[in-house]
């Protein structure tokens, strides 16, 4: 779109930006974070409470199961083995406030 009308303003020179600093953004890393479902960035604040498991799935009026799969999920597409590497590595991503 770009190159068929070059001048659409201010929006051209902030894609021309964006599109400078993509190239450092592929990869696993980034396209995991880009994937989370709604269900997970749900999930996402909770897993930085004290809160259980357990506990979370009955504040969140769903299974314990879910909890445990959708948390599974965020890991792995966080690139993150355990709660608190899931948690750090929300916030690097700007996912979580912190």
């Known amino acids: 779109m770009l190159r068929r009308r070059p001048g659409l303003g201010t929006l051209t020179g902030q894609a021309r930006a964006l599109r400078t600093r ?3 953004r592929h990869g ?3 396209s995991g974070a880009s994937t989370l479902t709604a269900a997970e ?3 996402l ?3 930085a409470t004290h809160l259980s498991l ?3 799935a009955a504040e ?3 299974s314990h199961n879910t909890v445990k799969s959708q948390a ?3 890991y792995r ?3 993150a083995t355990s709660r608190e590497q899931a948690v750090a590595r929300s916030r690097e991503l700007s996912l979580l406030d912190g």
């Open 72 to 74: 599974a999920s965020l």
């Open 28 to 30: 696993p890393a980034a």
């Open 22 to 24: 993509l190239p450092g």
């Open 41 to 43: 960035l749900r999930l």
């Open 45 to 47: 604040p909770m897993l």
């Open 60 to 62: 969140l009026a769903i």
């Open 77 to 79: 597409k966080l690139m």
């Open 54 to 56: 357990a506990e979370i």
